[in-house]
C-alpha cells in the first residue's frame, strides 16, 4: 500500500518499499513520464548487489551517470533500479557503503533536477540513514508495503485495496469476494494480481465473480481447503464438507488436527451468534464487504491465538453471517459434538476416518 513520505518536489524520485510488486509497476508508470527527449540520454543501472564491494561498484556507476551529462546535450534520466543496500543490512549498514551514498547525496545537492533525474527503486529502506534524510528534501519519496494482516485497520485497507484492484481488471467481486481472496492469498500483491487474471480469463465475457469462481480458479492451499471446510460445515453443505474432509485426508492431514481446526470455528460461531443474539454484535454491509462492530465487553471475550491476536474483522464477519442462520444454542451443542468428537478420536480404537466424517455430517446438521 504506497505511503507518500513528502509531498511531491520536482526532481528526483525513491519509490521502494516491501512490495515489490507495487514498487515495480508505480515506476513502470512513472518513467515514461519522466522520460528525455532523446532515448540515448536515459541510463539504467542494476543495482542489486549482496556484498559491500558490489554495492560500492554500482554506487560508483551511479556517480558517474549523474555527474556525466548526455554528449548532445538535453534532459538525461538515470534509473538505479532495484537497489537492494538501502535496508538496515549489513551491506547497507558499512561504513563504507553509507559514505558512498553520501557521496551521491553531494552529487545530487549539485546537479540541476532539469538536467539530470534521479529515480531510485528500491526494496526496504532504513529512514534513519543521512542518505534517505537528505533524498527526502531533493525529490519525493514513496514507499509500497506489504501489509501486516495481524492488525485489523491494514486488514481491512487491503480487502479495500483488492476490491479496487477486482474493478480495475473491470470485474464485479460479489458479496464475501474481496475477503476471501486476501484469505486465499495473504497479502501477496502480485500473486493477488496474477488470480484476478485468471478469474477474468475463466468467466469472460462475465465480469462478476463469486466464491464458487474463488474455490474454482484460485490455488487450492492446505489452509484455503481448511476454510472452505470451516464455511461448509458452517452453512450445513453436508456434501461439500464432507468432500473436502477426504481431500484434507488425503493431503495428509490428521483427524485429530481437523477437529481441533473446526472446534476453533464452530466456538466462535457459536460466541459470535450469541454476542449477534445479546445485541453485543452488528453486522455492518460496506457495499460488497462485510465488518463486525462489537461492544468492548464482547470483544473481552473474543478468543486470541498464540501470538495473542483476536480474529479478524471480516473472519468473525464472515463466521457470523453464515452462522446466523442457526441459534447461538445450536452451536453451543455443536461445541458440546466437538468435545465428544475429540474424546472418539483421541480414546476410541475405531476408524478414525469414519468418526471424524460422522461427526462432520451432525454439525452439519445441528
Given at each position: 500500500m504506497p505511503e507518500n513520505q513528502s509531498k511531491r518536489k520536482p526532481?528526483?524520485?525513491?519509490?521502494?518499499?516491501?512490495d515489490e510488486f507495487a514498487v515495480k509497476e508505480r515506476v513502470r508508470a512513472l518513467l515514461p513520464q519522466l522520460a528525455p527527449e532523446d532515448p540515448m540520454n536515459f541510463e539504467t543501472i542494476d543495482a542489486q548487489a549482496e556484498l559491500v564491494d558490489a554495492a560500492l561498484q554500482?554506487?560508483?556507476?551511479?556517480?558517474?551517470?549523474l555527474l556525466t551529462l548526455p554528449f548532445f546535450g538535453g534532459a538525461k534520466l538515470v534509473h538505479f533500479k532495484s537497489c537492494s543496500f538501502l535496508a538496515d543490512s549489513v551491506t547497507g549498514r558499512s561504513e563504507a557503503v553509507l559514505d558512498a551514498w553520501q557521496g551521491v547525496a553531494e552529487s545530487l545537492k549539485r546537479i540541476n533536477p532539469g538536467e539530470v533525474t534521479l529515480v531510485i527503486s528500491a526494496g526496504p529502506v532504513d529512514k534513519r540513514r543521512s542518505f534517505f534524510k537528505t533524498f527526502s528534501q531533493l525529490g519525493t519519496v514513496e514507499f509500497f508495503d506489504l501489509p501486516d494482516l495481524s492488525k485489523g485497520r491494514d486488514l481491512q485497507a487491503?480487502?479495500?485495496?483488492?476490491?479496487g484492484y477486482f474493478r480495475e481488471a473491470g470485474l464485479v467481486p460479489g458479496h464475501g469476494v474481496a475477503e476471501q481472496m486476501v484469505e486465499l492469498i495473504g497479502g501477496n500483491?502480485?500473486?493477488?494480481?496474477?488470480?484476478?487474471?485468471?478469474l477474468a480469463l475463466y468467466v469472460h465475457p462475465e465480469k462478476t465473480i463469486t466464491e464458487e469462481h474463488l474455490r474454482t480458479m484460485v490455488a487450492s492451499t492446505r489452509e484455503s481447503i481448511i476454510w472452505d471446510l470451516n464455511d461448509a460445515v458452517i452453512?450445513?453443505?453436508?456434501?461439500?464438507?464432507?468432500?473436502?474432509?477426504?481431500q484434507l485426508l488425503a493431503q495428509g492431514e490428521s483427524e485429530v488436527g481437523m477437529g481441533i481446526l473446526l472446534a476453533g470455528q464452530i466456538r466462535l460461531a457459536a460466541l459470535g451468534t450469541h454476542l449477534l443474539e445479546s445485541k453485543q454484535l452488528r453486522l455492518v454491509r460496506q457495499g460488497y464487504r462485510l465488518d463486525v462492530e462489537v461492544t468492548p465487553e464482547g470483544m473481552s471475550l473474543m478468543p486470541v491465538n498464540k501470538k495473542g491476536e483476536?480474529?479478524?474483522g471480516f473472519r468473525l464477519a464472515r463466521v457470523v453471517d453464515k452462522a446466523g442462520k442457526r441459534s447461538a444454542a445450536r452451536w453451543f451443542a455443536?461445541?458440546?459434538?466437538?468435545?465428544?468428537?475429540?474424546?472418539?478420536l483421541v480414546s476410541s480404537g475405531g476408524d478414525r476416518r469414519r468418526i471424524l466424517e460422522a461427526a462432520v455430517i451432525r454439525l452439519c446438521e445441528v
Open positions: 526532481g528526483h524520485w525513491l519509490i521502494a518499499g516491501s554500482k554506487l560508483g556507476q551511479l556517480q558517474e551517470a487491503f480487502v479495500a485495496e483488492v476490491e500483491t502480485r500473486a493477488v494480481h496474477g488470480e484476478i487474471e485468471k452453512e450445513g453443505n453436508t456434501t461439500h464438507a464432507v468432500y473436502l474432509v477426504r483476536q480474529p479478524s455443536a461445541v458440546g459434538l466437538l468435545h465428544d468428537l475429540a474424546l472418539q
